[in-house]
């Protein structure tokens, strides 16, 4: 069992840049990959970017690739969603999961745990 707790949302200007952080609770945070997912209003979550638990593989969606960047800290037990030259469709709530799947070829399988979200809003 994990526990997840999203941080660093909020109002930002077209081009303007966040980060966002995942804490995340219990002693096998090191051994999951993690990823973020979004969800914007009226339309359903999609993937982000994934992370393999030693961070050597991550993985993006073609909207965010280039712009944002995932990373983590096992020490800290924390993944983190660098989100740079933001736009206005990245304007979502954004949602931190562990446990995901590695199928290959880009492709992940979402994980069992979730955390509660944060909003994430860009002004044009």
């Known amino acids: 069992q994990v526990q997840l707790v999203e941080s660093g949302g909020g109002l930002v200007q077209t081009g303007g840049s966040l980060r966002l952080s995942c804490a995340a609770s219990?002693?096998?945070?090191?051994?999951?990959?993690m990823g973020w997912f979004r969800q914007a209003p009226g339309k359903e979550r999609e993937f982000v970017a994934a992370?393999?638990?030693?961070?050597?593989?991550?993985n993006y969606a073609d909207s965010v690739k280039g712009r944002f960047t995932i990373s983590r800290n096992n020490a800290k037990n924390t993944v983190y969603l660098q989100m740079n030259s933001l736009k206005p469709e990245d304007t979502a709530v954004y949602y931190c999961?562990?446990?995901?799947?590695?199928?290959?070829?880009?492709?992940?399988?979402?994980?069992?745990?979730w955390g509660q979200g944060t909003q994430v809003t860009v002004s044009s």
């Open positions: 219990g002693r096998t945070f090191s051994s999951y990959a």
């Open positions: 999961n562990a446990d995901l799947r590695n199928l290959g070829g880009g492709r992940w399988a979402v994980g069992d745990y």
């Open positions: 992370i393999s638990w030693s961070g050597d593989v991550t």
